[in-house]
């Protein structure tokens, strides 16, 4: 059974950081790129950020760029992503997703407020 359990979201102020977290199981984690997919009330889901298998390449989305880090544990079965410097444009409930199998977790909230 494929789970992707996300955590780490939270209630953070303006110019805060944050590391959200992936647990991967039931799959061959490591054989498969990895992505964040965000959506913010009232929006669709916008992409975040995707690494390979080895996080030897990352991208980005233009507006998270130099912002956010997205890595790996290969052998912990994780994904991670740093989010800084922080706004209210960030706020959205932040999906872990394998775009290939369409996988995809159940999300965690973040909130950027003062």
């Known amino acids: 059974q494929v789970q992707l359990v996300e955590s ?3 209630l953070v102020q303006p110019g805060g950081s944050l590391r959200l977290s ?3 199981s039931g799959f061959t984690f490591s054989s498969y790129w990895m992505s964040w ?3 913010a009330p009232g929006k669709g889901l916008e992409w975040v950020a ?3 298998t080895g996080s030897s390449r990352t991208y980005y989305g233009d507006s998270v760029k130099g912002r956010f ?3 790996r544990d290969n052998a912990k079965n994780t994904l991670y992503l740093r ?3 922080l706004t ?3 706020t959205a ?3 872990c997703t394998n775009f290939q199998n369409d996988f995809w977790g159940q999300g965690t909230q973040v909130t950027v407020s003062s």
């Open 8 to 10: 780490g979201g939270g």
């Open 22 to 24: 992936c647990a991967a």
């Open 37 to 39: 997919v965000r959506q």
């Open 50 to 52: 995707s690494i390979n």
């Open 69 to 71: 880090t997205i890595s």
């Open 83 to 85: 989010l800084s410097t």
């Open 88 to 90: 209210s444009s960030d």
């Open 93 to 95: 409930v932040y999906y």
